[in-house]
């Protein structure tokens, strides 16, 4: 008896939960339909705001840098680069540019939209990346130079680590109103692990550098 009801129990939570996650869905299709450049860009800024997060936590229980208190304003600031820079930047660039460059559909189609996507977003991106933080947090056009010199290289290659396969998948299996949101997905590891090689002190010459491996 005592077992049936557990099992009803849990049948009702599965089903709370399915009913719940539609209603979430429908509620961002809506959102996504009628507002596509904001909702994106708030998504990018609360994925950007928790891939910090992430990464503040593994810096924490690794190298025991902060006292294991989360700097908010770091925080902040990520949400504000996903928020006012990638998110209308892959807008534009998934709904808009993209499909103009190639308009044609299938597997070819996807395997040049990847190519050009990785040959002109990230080496873009990476350095607006690294000059939009300095300037929110008041560092010089030295600091920034030097900053670029240090981690641009090692940035770009975790990259090619990650979104080439990442991104074919997302043009080849992906609606287009959708392929931010998958982005997104995998933003909140690659974000954590971005945040980990910004934030660090040494550069990948020196014995400090922190290794983030994929």
Request: aromatic share 16%; proline share 4%; with cysteine.
């Amino acid at each position: 008896m005592e077992y049936q009801i557990y099992q009803n129990c849990k049948g009702l939570n599965y089903i709370r939960i399915h009913l719940t996650s539609r209603h979430m869905f429908k509620a961002y299709n809506y959102l996504l339909t009628k507002h596509p450049l904001v909702t994106k860009s708030v998504t990018c800024g609360v994925i950007s705001f928790f891939g910090d997060a992430v990464g503040q936590l593994i810096e924490i229980k690794t190298m025991k840098s902060q006292d294991g208190i989360l700097d908010f304003k770091r925080m902040s600031t990520f949400f504000l680069y996903g928020s006012l820079i990638l998110g209308p930047t892959l807008h534009s660039w998934y709904a808009r540019i993209l499909p103009r460059l190639v308009p044609q559909v299938g597997g070819f189609a996807a395997l040049k939209k990847m190519l050009i996507d990785q040959a002109i977003v990230p080496p873009t991106l990476i350095f607006v990346f690294y000059s939009f933080f300095n300037f929110v947090e008041g560092k010089s056009a030295t600091h920034t130079k030097n900053e670029l010199r240090n981690k641009y290289l090692e940035t770009l290659m975790l990259n090619y680590k990650v979104w080439p396969f990442a991104n074919f998948v997302n043009f080849m299996l992906v609606p287009i109103q959708y392929q931010v949101l998958f982005q997104n997905f995998i933003s909140l590891f690659f974000t954590a692990a971005l945040s980990i090689i910004k934030n660090s002190k040494a550069s990948k010459s020196e014995s400090k550098q922190v290794k983030v491996e994929f």
